[in-house]
């Protein structure tokens, strides 16, 4: 099992700095740790289904423990091995998070009630996020879960094989199946935030504390921004983050629409969005441009 993980962690670390990818992948391949937490976790939940249903057998066929002293000395060798591999894996994934972790930009000529808000709001929710992220690596937390379930396996080894060994009652050997069992559920159910969190940024969603609606009220509150059409924020990486806005905006001249799409890049960085796609649509000067948001009702009156 620490063969598997550490091999997934290269091969996709690896895989992600490759400069080399196909034309055909918008991304290249930045998304491959996403990919790999995901598989990972599938993999952790397929391991406590798999102890879940041996527990239930041996509960079924009980099997006599011959030798608990040699159980125990195999399962406290395990358990150091496993501390080792705990700690390198706790090492690599502190040194990576030095480097992961860096300030927001800030931009000071953004509009003073715009800035107030995010810096009030917004920035301290992406604050907290990226905290939440940087303790828990999905490219690690797979690896580390491994570790952690086998860990509580050779320690219930070590217990069950102390049960059998000092203890002389009739349903001694009910403890391999019984402890075995909770050990199957810790892994299934600790396998589940890891699946659920690399699914939701595969599938693309938004980065945790943010709000689209709270990115369209700010960008809707910039001069020359008459309103937002369509937003739309999601997850290339767990660290970097891209969003595609298009926005009706004033007839301007040139200088003035690079300092409105400067302005507009400011807000997205405040909610540590780092990539911008703007398609503007430019409103003539002295049109009042109506959004396009026909209801039930109105479609029943063009009629």
């Not at 990972?40 to 099997?63: K, M, P």
């Not at 080792?84 to 480097?99: D, G, I, K, Y």
Request: proline share 6%; net charge negative.
């Amino acid at each position: 099992m620490q063969m598997y993980t550490g091999t997934s962690i290269l091969i996709s670390r690896k895989v992600s700095e490759t400069e080399d990818a196909p034309k055909t992948l918008a991304f290249g391949w930045q998304r491959a740790p996403l990919l790999g937490a995901f598989f990972n976790g599938a993999l952790l939940f397929a391991l406590g289904i798999s102890v879940l249903l041996q527990s239930v057998e041996r509960f079924i066929w009980l099997h006599e423990v011959e030798n608990p002293k040699l159980v125990l000395v195999v399962g406290c060798v395990g358990l150091g091995l496993n501390a080792l591999s705990a700690l390198v894996l706790h090492e690599h994934h502190a040194h990576h998070h030095e480097r992961a972790l860096e300030p927001l930009p800030s931009e000071s000529s953004m509009e003073s009630g715009i800035e107030a808000r995010i810096a009030k709001g917004g920035s301290r929710l992406i604050n907290k996020a990226r905290m939440k992220l940087s303790c828990h690596d999905l490219e690690m937390m797979g690896p580390l879960l491994h570790v952690v379930g086998d860990a509580a396996n050779n320690l219930g080894v070590i217990v069950a094989a102390l049960v059998i060994w000092l203890t002389h009652y009739e349903g001694r050997y009910y403890a391999d199946p019984g402890i075995s069992l909770g050990i199957a559920i810790m892994l299934t159910l600790s396998s589940l935030p890891l699946l659920r969190r690399s699914g939701y940024m595969l599938l693309g969603s938004a980065p945790p504390g943010v709000d689209p609606n709270d990115i369209k009220n700010d960008l809707e509150k910039i001069p020359g921004v008459l309103f937002i059409q369509e937003l739309y924020v999601w997850h290339i990486h767990q660290h970097k983050s891209l969003a595609f806005v298009n926005a009706a905006v004033s007839d301007q001249s040139a200088p003035e629409f690079i300092e409105l799409t400067r302005r507009i890049n400011a807000c997205f960085q405040k909610y540590d969005i780092q990539s911008v796609a703007l398609q503007p649509d430019i409103a003539p000067a002295g049109v009042i441009v109506v959004p396009e948001r026909m209801g039930p009702e109105d479609s029943k009156g063009d009629e």
